[in-house]
């Protein structure tokens, strides 16, 4: 290997071929451990190959490790390109304009819904009010049926009822709610 590095160095374009190809499974191999928005599986070999071809430029013949050298400037060179490509492409401020006085900070959704809350905390607000207005009767009805998630045929039975009776003191209870909730 060392003979063949000793030629390509001097310009024999056979040898370097021979090089490049003896060196590409490990080329192939480090570039397919990269991955870079805008460069495809290509450019990154290519970038491979140029990291080689620097490698034997500066390689000092008395070393005797081509290989080593070699790997270590390919991986070398791939990490100074994601660092590089890092610092330029992938800018993380919230006030970086993305467009004519449009900033990635207006972009971004928020998990808080300061309208939703307040329209919440009214309806909240206006319920309360409705249930005081209520009867205990109704609000017990209120309560078994739709807290306590309990059948209103049993609410009939408990209170020695027919479920015709229990159902229109329900509606009527519902209707005088909603009323109650419009009014507030």
Do not use: H
């Not at 490049?20 to 805008?38: D, F, H, N, Q, R």
């Not at 401020?93 to 959704?109: A, F, P």
């Amino acid at each position: 290997m060392e003979s063949l590095v000793d030629k390509a160095k001097k310009g024999d374009k056979s040898s370097l071929e021979e090089l490049i190809k003896a060196l590409t499974p490990l080329i192939m191999k480090e570039s397919s451990k990269v991955y870079l928005k805008g460069y495809d599986r290509e450019d990154l070999i290519q970038i491979g190959n140029l990291s080689l071809l620097k490698a034997l430029d500066k390689y000092d013949m008395s070393k005797k490790n081509f290989i080593g050298y070699a790997a270590m400037a390919i991986k070398n060179n791939f990490y100074y390109l994601i660092r590089k490509e890092c610092k330029e492409n992938y800018e993380a401020s919230l006030n970086k304009e993305i467009g004519e006085d449009i900033y990635i900070e207006d972009t971004l959704k928020s998990t808080e819904d300061i309208e939703e809350d307040f329209i919440k905390k009214e309806e909240y607000k206006n319920l309360y009010s409705a249930l005081k207005k209520l009867s205990k009767e109704e609000i017990y009805i209120i309560n078994w049926i739709y807290f306590e998630r309990k059948k209103l045929k049993d609410y009939a039975i408990k209170n020695n009822i027919s479920y015709n009776k229990a159902r229109y003191l329900k509606d009527k209870t519902i209707k005088k709610l909603k009323g109650a909730m419009m009014d507030g």
